[in-house]
């Protein structure tokens, strides 16, 4: 080709939106948007306010485990908060978000004008809210177990037959169960969306091969959505049919399967962990190399360690039932599987550092929490090992150590990616920079609370603290790190509400971001801050990786390596 | 010693003892000890036999226990090292390659990857988990597939919510919440072999310093087996949610000495005393709802539903672990369960004074 550069459209400034419309218009047109820009967000807020709403429940919790005997809380409504903590968590508050984030970037990053059906988006986002307003209306309208008090009490994965209709006699569950039902209705419409986009609306010149690796991990995250939500749907249809035709699937008292409902909730609660753990991979991808100042170290494997971790996922989930009694030989199965999704997670890990190794690390707050990721994350992932050794589990299984693993995955990984990201994205999404000062206030703050909350929580899990009472004996030798543990809450919930501050603060006062304050690479910085509703006013053809690269360097264009 | 596969030693208490293996030990609970930085916390993590009031999984009394410690310093040591050195790059490269206020403003050389390197830190972590997986298949093996000797004593543990029953069959009697095993001494090892069933909701059987936990799943049929090497009580919990009040489902483990245990067995399998100083208490139990959930041995009453009370008196706690067995508590429990087990099943009885006070002598007089 005689032009060796992208050949990158001008840029078209969007004309100013009317500002001086009514509430109810305004309203109005965010209710009926089909653009992916407005879901995305729209996503990203509604996770947030259940991630709140779960902190809060989070946080009494902690208040009640914080000395031994407590009476702050009755056992009922412990159970209540633990229940929809971690329902609202991982159903309404990380899928929203990570759907917010792939909603919002994949379009803009692949050069396309919109997902590939916007309806379709429409419709999975309001599924979704469907589904945590369900969920959440139980309190007003639910029975729990012995039909005493609202809200689902069954714990998170609810296991049979306590949700049979012998031990829960109320409604609350049925609201849990059409609550997650309705919103995989959603999660399948946008993970088929997404998977549709990036298969099909990719601009000129971006082959598979030169796709970010934001976009790769969110394909295989959509892959796996629409794996793992079909047998969630199913056994919630058929704990319907338990429920009220009078099924016997997982009703023991009739000849059910406790086994079997434990079997369909992990082939989908596996694939889940990575479902939420992908995004968080992909935001930290695309931020570490823009400042580290270097094209990420190993793509092609960076790649195949997504697909394989992808592939891998959907063959490990027995490993939370190593104590139901499997033979030797199912147990020893899911040990090997469960470690050797070690292997490809430790490649990203290796290659994120080998990003930044020579590199000019620029410590803005967007990086400093994907170091935080990167430490955090090797953590949780050594504590994964350990749980993989079956006989190991089965002393740690449901016990504090485990609750410590998954909140160091989920807190100390996907948590610090989205806010990696918000810091991140937040210029281009809104058009102004948030504010550096409140941000680090916000990092440490929540990183000093982190640790404070979820190093200590190992301890009480080796010392044979079992997940899921309200309360326990002085006598136990727990108290003292339960304490450590709640004084961290303190810490983490301060360092949320200075980051909602911020973002909010800076929404009005912040500095203009400009279309590209960070000297990034990918396409999504080749538009306005926010873009257009159309994105681009001209397609964008591209020749490698990083097309905003080969714009700012045609001495020494990426293309020519790739 | 009772037989286990022969091709796997492990299982062998006194192997562990070797040179070689204490080496190991000695890095590993090192290794151990600096991970969690818990050196002070004084008794919990020290490495003293015998029972203790915290159920410490790194303090183990049992066989399975002391398998799965010696599998988890292993494991640990692997882990602490891998972390070492990959905090180590991690914090390398954070802080060798920041941007610097000297900087010339130059972007730094593009690297985009390097095959040997990238291979290195494939192989390596492949050859980590073939090691951790051969460590693990081996304790799976020696505990799950381990084999009984004729004299180990049989337990039926059924899971209630929330409190545990024990049906001893080759006794043929059935107490509750508090399990009594005879110690078992290496040199002629009685283990006890327990069978785990579930009466409604999923339960779990965890006693740390014991075994590692096995659920109590309905329909379907769990076993484990400890052999407890010293005498004294061991404490542990339910540890899958059945309800609510999982909390209080404690288990509490007695092991006796074989002189103390074949002692409590031939108490056990005595008939509930009978004494006519108590006999107006006996009507009022058996006059009331109490019979239909609980058994008294010797007495018309024999219901299923609730702990088996013809021999209370020789246990130290009552609901499950939930209080001391005292007069008060007694009383307390009859006329309020809530007030020490919110949630629980058992009903409040609603006796006034004159019944009540007889009915916690007779309680009383169940030794």
Redesign the interface.
Known sequence: MADAQPILPALVISPERESSRPLVQVLHDWMVTVDHKRLGLMYFSYGIVFLVIGGVEASIMRAQLAVANNHLV???VF?RLFTMHGTTMIFFAAMPIVFGFANYLVPLMIGARDMAFPRLNAWGFWMSALGGIILYFSFIGGFG??G?GSAP?V?WFA????TSPA?SVGHSTDYWIVGILVSGFGSIATALNVMTTILCLRCPGMKLSRMPLFVWMNSVMAALVLVAIGPLTAAQLMLLIDRYLGGHFFD??A?????IWMHFFWIFGHPEVYILVLPAFAIVSEVIPVF????I?????MVAATVSIGFISLGVWAHHLF???M??YA??FF??ST??I??PT??K???W??T????????QVAMLFC?AF??QF??AG??G??L????????????YFVVAHFHYVILGGIVMAVFAGTYYWYPKVIGKMMNETLGKWHFWLFVIGFHLTFDFM??PG???M???????EA????E?WNVIISVGVIFQAIGVLLWVANVIWSYYKGEIAGNDPWDAWTLEWHTTSPPPDYNYAEIPVIRSRRPLWDLK?PE?P?WK?? | MYTRPTHCETANPRRLNRPAKSLLGHIASAALLSL?A?AW?G??FASTAGPS??????NPASTP?Q??YH??LF??A??LG??LV??S??VY??VK???RPT?DGH????????NQ??LA??VI??LI?VV??L???R???A???AQFPPNAIEVTAIGHQFWWEFQYPGYGFVTANELHVPVSDLSHPTPTHIV?LSA???H?F?V?QL?????L????R??MWIDPHDVGHY??????????????MLLNVMVDSPEDFAKWTQQQKTPAVMSDQVIAGRKVFETNACMNCHTITGTIANGKFGPDLTHLMSRTTIAAGAAPNTQENLRLWVEQPDAIK??CLMPAMQLDEQDLKPLVAYLMSLQ
């Open positions: 009755s056992p009922e159970n177990l012995y005493a009490d714990g296991y049979a037959p306590l031990f023991t008292q000849g059910g399967s406790a086994v580290s100042r270097k094209p170290f190993g793509y092609s494997i104590t139901i009694g033979t030797s147990n020893a040990v090997a470690a050797a070690a292997v430790g490649i890990i290796f290659n550092v080998g930044m190794w020579g590199g000019k690390i620029i410590y170091v990167l430490c090797l953590i050594l504590t090992i350990m993989s050794a079956a006989p190991f589990d089965w002393q740690l299984g449901n016990s190992h301890i080796l010392l044979g079992p997940r899921r009472i309200y309360t326990y006598s136990r030798g727990w003292i360097h020494d990426d390596y790739e | 969690w818990v916390s008794p919990a009031s915290t159920p410490s999984l790194l226990a398998d799965i599998l988890s494991v640990m692997i882990c891998i972390f990959v905090f790059l991690i490269a954070a390659y920041r941007k900087d972007e730094p050389p593009q690297i985009y990857g390097s390197v990238e830190w494939t972590p492949i988990v951790l997986f460590a693990a298949a304790v799976i093996h505990v799950e597939d785990l409604d909701t999923d779990s965890w740390p075994a590692g936990k096995i659920d799943i309905p329909n379907r769990n076993e404490v542990g919990q339910c540890a899958q949610y059945c309800g609510t009040q999982h909390a209080k919110p949630g």
